[in-house]
């Protein structure tokens, strides 16, 4: 097996024996075979001109099961890879040869020495080709996760679709492209990206409200728990629905807080609090939990003996022998699991966060925050987001948030926010200087918020006392940052550390061109930003 796609890849370079994620050999070949089999989907939509909403979410949602932490299970890959076909198949459009004429083996041992041969490592012979490749698969795997939740909620472009065709198909269309060409197509990507958000942004407030500031309780309360992870609003609400009356509270935990600041969500009195901190603690903060866990998306860590009976998964999420709650979404398994366990017998108060800081929110207190940095009470604001993850060297961003200047604002959003979600760092006139955005599936939230300073102070973006310190896990941020460069952001400082595949010669590209630059120490970082 070889795969590089996230930050916590093996050695810095690349699992070739079994993913560090938990990933064996035989899903990373179904996952590259899946990847394959849409490339054929893709050449048969364009060449047949198909812009069906239908096919592109069915597209874009195997895609989705192929990044970080979604999808473990050998035999759903088998079904996916055979759906994949089938839909090409149906466009009744042929090819004479590559991925338009994929047949797929019968066996999963047949597909998976099927998927060895189509491996990402070789994408191709040229160091700085294959890394372009990488970047737009890897971005693509973001932005079809991003589609597909805003279609979970009846949002949808067609421009979003056609645009993971043409980025599955190249290098099977004809087209010769130079290495220019590739690159392009990365910034195409993180531009289609930002439609792909809007719409997902659509479909959150518009179905759920806009978020508002809520205090969130980090304890428990007595009585029956289910534990939600993952980012998906629909499925919560869901479960909201089905559990109403049943003397069970429902509890966030990852990305899942800022769900408590949606209206629509809020209002539902057995929605008590969040529980735990980042997806890659569960090991230690789940055998705690006396209840069902249900996981909606990534990020799925190999479920430990003490605690597997208690997880489900639903949607896109597999792991081999859990119980999947499928399209009806049906969840008596998991509120029957909830209510054979202990629950809580005791009353925890840990303490609470403030969530809720969406771009509405935010700017309706705009005038306030204009004024502030007119008068100097404001001197910068930074954006501290991005993904958590397991490796050393994360602990810079609760470092740097702690040594933030009493008068600087501090926006974050996505799990990388558990390193410091909980510090108390006050207020300037009223404006809490800690303001969470929400998950990094509102990263167009942030973006807004930034083009409406921008606007406010007539600059643009990239003069704003803005600064921006992502830290990196899996292809959301690949997407993300690729939509930031694509909107011409510079000087984002990026850790914990660069992509795998990106190579040294991209990598020049990025830092000459938008000023990129990995992340140094808090000290050194703070300074050379605040000079
Ligand atoms: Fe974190 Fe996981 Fe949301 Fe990622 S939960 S790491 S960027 O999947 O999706 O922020
Ligand atoms: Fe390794 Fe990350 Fe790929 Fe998992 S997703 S196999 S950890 S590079």
């Not at 592109?56 to 996916?80: A, R, Y």
Request: glycine share 10%.
């Amino acid at each position: 097996m070889f795969c590089n796609q996230c930050e916590q890849t093996a050695k810095g370079t690349g699992c070739d024996k079994i993913g560090v994620c938990g990933k064996k050999a035989d899903v990373a070949a179904l996952q590259d075979l899946t990847v394959y089999a849409l490339r054929g989907l893709a050449l048969a939509a364009l060449k047949k001109g198909d812009e069906s909403n239908n096919l592109g979410h069915f597209t874009s949602k195997m895609l989705f099961t192929t990044l970080t932490n979604v999808n473990f299970t050998p035999e759903d890959f088998q079904k996916f890879i055979n759906e994949i076909v089938a839909h090409r198949k149906a466009l009744d459009v042929h090819f004479q040869s590559g991925p338009g004429a994929f047949e797929p083996a019968e066996t999963i041992e047949g597909l998976i020495a099927q998927g060895e041969a189509h491996s990402i490592k070789n994408f191709d012979t040229d160091e700085d080709i294959r890394s372009a490749k990488q970047l737009l698969l890897y971005g693509m795997k973001g932005l079809c996760a991003y589609a597909d939740h805003a279609a979970v909620l009846g949002q949808q472009d067609t421009t979003v679709y056609h645009f993971v065709y043409t980025g599955l198909a190249a290098g099977y269309d004809g087209e010769e492209r130079d290495l220019q060409a590739w690159l392009g197509l990365c910034l195409k990507c993180g531009e289609v990206n930002l439609r792909a958000m809007e719409l997902l942004d659509a479909a959150n407030t518009g179905t759920f409200g806009h978020p508002e500031p809520t205090e969130v309780p980090l304890g428990h309360v007595p009585g029956k728990a289910i534990l939600v992870s993952g980012h998906d609003l629909q499925d919560l609400y869901l479960l909201l629905k089905q559990t109403e009356g049943k003397g069970i509270n429902i509890y966030t935990h990852g990305e899942m807080l800022p769900c408590h600041a949606y209206p629509e969500l809020k209002k539902f009195d057995h929605f008590y609090g969040h529980f735990g901190t980042a997806w890659q603690n569960q090991h230690k903060e789940f055998p705690e939990f006396p209840g069902a866990i249900l996981f909606t998306t990534n990020c799925i860590q190999k479920p430990q003996e003490v605690y597997k009976d208690n997880v489900f998964t639903t949607g896109l999420v597999g792991w081999p022998g859990l119980t999947h709650i499928g399209p009806t979404k049906d969840f008596t398994p998991v509120i029957e699991r909830a209510l054979a366990q202990p629950g809580f017998t005791d009353t925890a108060d840990k303490g609470s966060v403030l969530c809720g800081f969406g771009r509405n929110t935010v700017m309706s207190v705009a005038d306030k925050v204009i004024d502030g940095v007119k008068a100097g009470a404001i001197r910068h604001f930074f954006l501290v987001g991005g993904c958590d993850g397991a490796k050393p060297g994360r602990n810079y961003y609760t470092d740097f948030v702690e040594q933030t200047p009493q008068d600087t604002v501090v926006l974050t959003l996505a799990c990388g926010k558990f390193r410091f979600f909980d510090k108390k760092l006050g207020d300037i006139g009223g404006i809490p200087r800690l303001l969470d955005v929400g998950q990094c599936n509102d990263a167009y939230s942030a973006i807004q918020i930034a083009v409406a300073l921008a606007g406010a102070f007539e600059c643009d973006v990239n003069e704003l006392p803005l600064s921006l310190v992502l830290s990196w896990y899996e292809q959301k941020a690949v997407v993300i940052l690729l939509t930031l460069l694509s909107l011409g952001i510079k000087d984002i400082r990026l850790g914990p550390s660069l992509p795998a595949f990106v190579s040294p010669n991209i990598l020049n590209v990025l830092v000459e061109n938008y000023g990129i630059k990995p992340i140094s120490t808090p000290e050194e970082d703070l300074k050379a930003i605040l000079g």
